[in-house]
């Protein structure tokens, strides 16, 4: 498994919008604008180059959102990874300026290796990813009823013109 320093343009985030847990966003950002992100764990991603989050089915409906998608990468060329677990994280890393530290997942093994860890108490998380086929397929599932696809800077911007983040995490932001 890769430890890598990855830019909030680079990948592809979940549809889910806002956050789910404002309170959760609050004690990230904290941590990650005091500058001490590094105690967070890494967060999970895979690269597109493994595989596309895309439905199996031949119906009209699974054709579409495949469409789409392959769209949007196509006009998103920068977007190399696709986010497994840490919205808050990702979005909270983002609002304070600092890249995302990931964990790129490219093999099964990765995902042992991260279920080893999780053990040991050497990181926390709570990732259910059993396997890489299966966490594309799942992910084409979140995806397939999504209305648009975003980087995690672009649903972070989203969410601050939408002011679904509080005030100072905006005026931090801009800043």
């Known amino acids: 498994m890769q430890i890598k320093e990855l830019k ?3 990948i592809l985030t979940t549809k889910d919008f806002p956050v789910h847990n404002l309170n959760t966003l609050k004690i990230y950002f904290k941590i990650c604008k005091e500058g001490h992100q590094k105690i967070l764990p890494p967060t999970p991603v895979i690269p597109l180059s493994i595989g596309l989050p895309l439905l199996k089915s031949k119906d009209k409906k699974s ?3 495949n469409q789409r998608l392959i769209n949007w990468l196509d006009k998103n060329k920068n977007i190399k990874y696709m986010l497994v677990d840490g919205n808050h994280k990702t979005t909270a890393l983002t609002l ?4 995302i530290h990931a964990m790129i997942l490219t093999t099964n093994k990765d ?3 991260v279920q080893a860890l999780i053990k040991k108490g050497e990181i926390f998380g709570i990732y259910k990813i059993e396997s890489i086929e299966k966490e594309l397929g799942n992910m084409a599932k979140h995806f397939s ?3 648009l696809f975003e ?3 672009d649903k972070t911007l989203r969410m601050i013109n939408k002011r679904a983040v509080p005030p100072y995490m905006i005026d931090f932001y801009k800043r």
């Open 8 to 10: 909030p343009t680079e």
């Open 63 to 65: 054709r579409a959102y």
């Open 96 to 99: 304070a300026h600092k890249k």
């Open 111 to 113: 995902i042992k290796e």
């Open 145 to 147: 009823t999504a209305k």
């Open 151 to 153: 980087s995690v800077k």
